[in-house]
């Protein structure tokens, strides 16, 4: 489906309420960007929105609306649909700002859900989400540690991956602050929220290949069409040294990106990590294939930190998401930055735009 003047209709899950979602949402409504981009709507709490936008002086009123169908957004109006779910579990007005609070996973989770099943309806086109707490999905009996395994059991799918994407600096409305032409750059994560002991159980030839065809797939909407540049990172220091400091380049990554190259994917390595980053960043290739989370999250976080933008790969459905966490350190104090949201509605538009193209193409 195609929104308002074929602008993609996007839902912005609200997040956890104690965290600093709400307050991102209401500054960054009225920035005119998010309106060229996409029909929002919010999938969230009404009351604690209504607080969020007092707190950062927005203009904007908030309408309740009985299902996300009736949205009709403008700069000063943010329809929110409240899930049954939670007006039928209470109030969230005393949920304590910056702390872990079972109500606030519950919530969290609950906003998820519904922006899920209105994807897969074919409701919305996309959705963008603000950032959970852990420990209080935890709380709130959820047995999943973060969005994407939740999406993944939700969406029924068995191979998926988390991309952390870096948009090319000159993108449209990119901040003047950014370097002039730096490319846009994606990470796939062969493994993300397990123990690092764990990590080389998980990374095997079947893993690291699949993430490689995922990264080609999934970066071909951002690269214009053309056939997405590769990267597979190393595993141990220095890429093992030809097996000095481990053999898992090459009893593992190497043939993965044989096989990966064989079924005609442009991707190369193993590469140093200390070394790789700086020249991807630099253009050298669209997507880098990480082992684990810390490896692909610390390069581009800092290099782009307000910019970065979580996508889940692997879906049925288009999902992306802040790059930043709950942030309970700042909650509720009026300063919380909404540019990795912009960003993140931006990536999901353009992949929901492409979506849309295929179907047409079909």
């Known amino acids: 489906m195609a929104a308002d003047w074929d602008r993609p209709r996007v839902a912005l899950t609200m997040g956890d309420v104690a965290g600093i979602g709400p307050e991102v949402i209401a500054r960054a409504w009225s920035d005119p960007v998010l309106h060229r981009l996409c029909s929002p709507l919010v999938i969230g709490d009404v009351g604690v929105l209504r607080r969020a936008c007092k707190l950062v002086g927005s203009a904007a009123e908030v309408a309740s609306i009985a299902a996300p169908a009736e949205a009709i957004p403008s700069p000063t109006s943010i329809p929110c649909f409240t899930p049954?779910?939670?007006?039928?579990?209470?109030?969230?007005?005393?949920?304590?700002?910056?702390?872990?609070?079972?109500?606030?996973?519950f919530a969290a989770h609950e906003f998820l859900n519904v922006a899920i099943d209105e994807a897969l309806d074919g409701r919305i086109d996309a959705l963008v989400?603000?950032?959970?707490?852990k420990e209080s999905l935890r709380l709130a009996g959820v047995r999943h540690p973060g969005h994407t395994e939740i999406l993944a059991e939700r969406c029924e799918v068995a191979e998926h991956a988390m991309m952390l994407y870096l948009a090319a600096s000159s993108d449209g409305d990119a901040p003047e602050a950014a370097k002039p032409g730096r490319p846009g750059l994606g990470v796939v994560h062969v493994t993300l929220h397990v123990a690092l002991r764990q990590v080389f159980d998980l990374v095997t030839i079947e893993s690291v290949l699949e993430k490689i065809r995922l990264a080609h797939r999934a970066m071909r909407p951002l690269t214009g069409g053309k056939p997405p540049r590769v990267a597979a990172s190393s595993l141990n220091p220095h890429a093992g040294e030809n097996g000095l400091f481990g053999d898992e380049e090459i009893r593992i990554i190497a043939p993965a990106v044989r096989l990966a190259a064989a079924e005609g994917i442009d991707v190369h390595g193993p590469y140093p990590n200390d070394t790789l980053y700086h020249s991807a960043l630099a253009g050298a290739f669209d997507a880098v294939v990480a082992m684990y989370h810390d490896q692909g999250h610390i390069a581009l976080k800092t290099a782009g930190f307000r910019r970065a933008v979580n996508v889940t790969l692997g879906l049925p459905i288009v999902?992306?998401?802040?790059?930043?966490?709950?942030?309970?350190?700042?909650?509720?104090?009026?300063?919380?930055?909404?540019?990795?949201?912009?960003?993140?509605?931006?990536?999901?538009a353009r992949l929901a735009a492409a979506r849309s193209a295929d179907r047409a193409r079909a």
């Open 84 to 105: 049954h779910a939670i007006l039928k579990a209470g109030t969230l007005a005393d949920v304590p700002a910056g702390r872990v609070d079972r109500r606030a996973g």
């Open 319 to 348: 999902r992306t998401s802040v790059a930043h966490g709950t942030a309970f350190d700042i909650a509720w104090k009026g300063v919380a930055d909404p540019t990795s949201l912009i960003e993140a509605v931006r990536v999901a």
């Open 129 to 133: 989400t603000l950032p959970l707490n």
